[in-house]
């Protein structure tokens, strides 16, 4: 869980184009959206961008997105328990 | 009569406002000479890094533009328009959208592959609400340019305009803006006129270390 | 500023048909061009419904007597222009005449293909794929054709580029730079839109429903409208009335987001008030609405709450076309003009298909039936795009002979 979360955060930052941050500057409960990091609904399809190809996971209804994207430990928590081989 | 109060100029890696080079990395790339220009003009905008090189350009100089007056503050809103062109479109990004679809379309490459977004960036940022007009051109054409902001203005409601030219394609970068305002009673200001904006767009400035 | 800008000719291609009296058929009868794909090979065949014209590239350059090799994007706007031009019966070289057209997709059609080839082996692909892929090719293709070069530009504002291309022709008629101006856009399907929408989750697997509380999103359509502006002069020149001019326009930036509206409907709000404001005409006496109604849960609600703004209860009849052609991006503002147009020519309003309950927040009830005979003077037509364009624009009716 702790390298997912790792891994993760080295993902969101290449794929939602945060250069300016390191891992380390992304808290493991630290809001996303809206406050926090300041993503919005363009990085959330991104997200579920990454999740199908990194981690094989379809997000066919983006309604599910807000619960599942609130930080970085509740989308590795998603990650553990949905991902097939 | 309207007037030309500002302008800059972004190329060869090099921020030029009102004439004057503020910063400059030759040896860089664009993408990290675009990262850098950023907090070169102490830009606190993170929203910047997730844009399209276009987007970024057409922000570092509304930037410079906007440094010392912000014309929405001043006029209104509504009363200040945009109308920019280039030659390329969003060609660069589209190329970079359409590798993606090769494995999984990029909802945030897509996004850009518009040419006018870069307006509507600058209009999120600065809070512009007015007109705006985007002009695919083989060529900077300053005398299709003025003339349409000429008629733009001559609408009482329209008081300001930034305008120019942000092209880009690979490491190739070629920006030119500008303000434009109606002239005010003694006021000592360039004209606004293509033979004017020829001059300024092709003027060649000296750079930190004399090389031009 | 003097003088009135005549609609002098319409010409359009869609899902619906491919001239004017093919696509008044299609409404009449409340027949969608809402279908299967079946231009190109993609992983979204049968999932995604979209707005084909039912032509292929040979069929359309048989009919505008043009290579086949030209992109789809040209051949649908050459289609579209000749029929406004032939229209207008006007000989185009008795006067200073301009063509302004408008495009997002450009050659993509042509483009992309010759990329799948050329990303395998850099040596393959035809060259001949990408020469008309920029934005500015199909409006000189087209300005070509019909011996136009004294004024020839391209605008490029997403969803609503072709209404400015409109607004600018009448712009430049008014302030005495050109006579006649043909006016418009096209776009052509492509994968690299169809791709890139399905990536920004706003399409309907199902045929969409605008303005309808279950929307799910839009459905892509192709397409191309055009209008031929001219001034004053050579209305009375030419001995005709005319049975529309353009009475007013306006463009504003919503600065809220790249892709969605603000929920207030900011910039959709001012365009349209904008638009009454040049035309100096009263909310009360706009007689139709085209809307913009993509289908997104997004827009419709913006726009919806926008309308309510400005009118309240007591809206005109209003409906969204795309039920029936489908979102055709930069042409959709010339496809719809041209529908403005035949809405004042026709007497008629054209029903918003596929509505079954109003969205709660805004409680709007479209025009449901095609209804003809009515007293059409006003129309307005919005066009919102990506990046926060916003138009707006009300053609009117020359009452009177001139």
């Known amino acids: ?85 | 009569m309207n007037v030309i109060t500002r302008h800059c100029r972004i190329q060869h890696n090099t921020l030029l406002s009102q004439g004057k080079v503020i910063f400059q990395d030759r040896s860089a790339s664009l993408d990290s000479f675009l990262n850098s220009a950023i907090r070169a003009l102490g830009m606190g905008y993170p929203k910047y890094y997730k844009t399209d090189p276009m987007c970024k350009l057409g922000l570092l100089g509304a930037e410079m533009l906007f440094k010392s007056f912000n014309p929405v503050t001043h006029y209104g809103a509504e009363s200040v328009g945009l109308v920019l062109s280039n030659t390329h479109a969003s060609l660069d990004t589209d190329l970079r959208y359409f590798e993606t679809m090769r494995t999984m379309a990029s909802p945030a490459l897509f996004v850009y592959t518009l040419t006018n977004i870069v307006m509507g960036e600058i209009c999120i940022r600065y809070g512009i609400k007015g007109e705006n007009a985007f002009f695919v051109l083989p060529a900077f054409e300053p005398e299709l340019l003025a003339g349409y902001i000429d008629t733009m203005m001559a609408l009482e409601k329209n008081k300001a305009c930034l305008a120019g030219w942000i092209d880009v394609m690979g490491d190739h970068h070629d920006v030119f803006l500008y303000l434009v305002e109606k002239k005010t009673e003694g006021q000592d200001a360039l004209s606004h006129t293509p033979e004017q904006l020829k001059k300024l767009y092709q003027a060649e400035y000296g750079t930190v270390d004399d090389r031009s | ?402």
């Open chain 1, 1 to 85: 869980m702790e390298q997912l979360m790792i891994d993760l955060k080295e993902q969101i930052i290449e794929a939602l184009n945060l250069k300016h941050l390191k891992p380390e500057d992304i808290g493991d409960d630290q809001p996303l959206f809206v406050e926090g990091l300041g993503l919005d609904s363009i990085d959330a399809l991104e997200l579920i961008v990454l999740l199908q190809q990194y981690y094989n996971i379809k997000l066919a209804n983006p309604q599910e997105g807000p619960q599942i994207f609130k930080s970085v430990k509740t989308i590795a928590e998603y990650i553990s328990s949905h991902q097939t081989a």
């Open chain 3, 1 to 402: 500023m003097k003088g009135r800008v005549h609609v002098a000719g319409i010409g359009v291609i869609s899902a619906i048909g491919s001239s004017v009296e093919e696509t008044m058929l299609s409404f009449r009868s409340a027949k969608s061009g809402i279908d299967k794909l079946t231009l190109f090979n993609s992983i979204h065949q049968g999932v995604l419904p979209v707005g084909e014209v039912k032509l292929d590239n040979l069929e359309l350059s048989d009919r505008v007597a043009h290579h086949p090799n030209l992109t789809r994007t040209a051949l649908l706007g050459l289609h579209a222009a000749k029929e406004a031009v032939s229209d207008a019966s006007i000989d185009l070289r008795k006067w200073r005449s301009g063509i302004i057209s408008a495009t997002t997709v450009g050659g993509m059609d042509k483009t992309e293909n010759f990329f799948i080839d050329f990303l395998v082996d850099q040596n393959s692909g035809k060259l001949r794929d990408v020469e008309n892929h920029e934005c500015g090719r199909s409006t000189e293709i087209i300005a070509d054709a019909l011996g136009v070069n004294t004024f020839i530009s391209t605008i490029n504002t997403a969803c609503s580029s072709s209404v400015n291309a409109v607004a600018l022709g009448a712009r430049l008629i008014q302030h005495d730079k050109l006579d006649v101006v043909i006016a418009g856009g096209s776009d052509a399907l492509s994968r690299f839109t169809l791709n890139g929408f399905n990536s920004l989750m706003i399409l309907d697997g199902e045929p969409c429903r605008p303005f309808d509380a279950g929307r799910k999103g839009l459905n892509l359509g192709e397409g191309a409208g055009f209008l031929v502006l001219i001034s004053d002069r050579v209305a009375t020149a030419e001995g005709r009335v005319f049975s529309c001019y353009v009475n007013g326009f306006a463009n504003t930036n919503d600065a809220f987001h790249q892709t969605a509206s603000s929920p207030e409907g900011r910039g959709s709000y001012g365009a349209m008030v904008g638009a009454l404001k040049m035309s100096g005409l009263d909310p009360g006496v706009i007689d139709y609405i085209n809307l913009h109604g993509t289908g997104t849960v997004n827009n419709d609600l913006s726009e919806g709450t926008a309308v309510r703004r400005l009118y309240g209860q007591q809206y005109p009849a209003l409906s969204s076309t795309k039920a029936f052609t489908g979102h055709t991006l930069g042409a959709s503002g010339g496809i719809e003009a041209v529908f403005s147009v035949l809405s004042i020519k026709e007497k008629c309003v054209f029903p918003n298909l596929r509505f079954e309950t109003a969205i709660p927040e805004t409680g709007i009830v479209p025009q449901l039936s095609f209804e003809t005979g009515k007293s059409i003077k006003n129309v307005m037509s919005n066009s919102f795009g990506f990046g926060g364009n916003c138009s707006s624009i009300i053609f009117s009716a020359n009452d009177a002979t001139l």
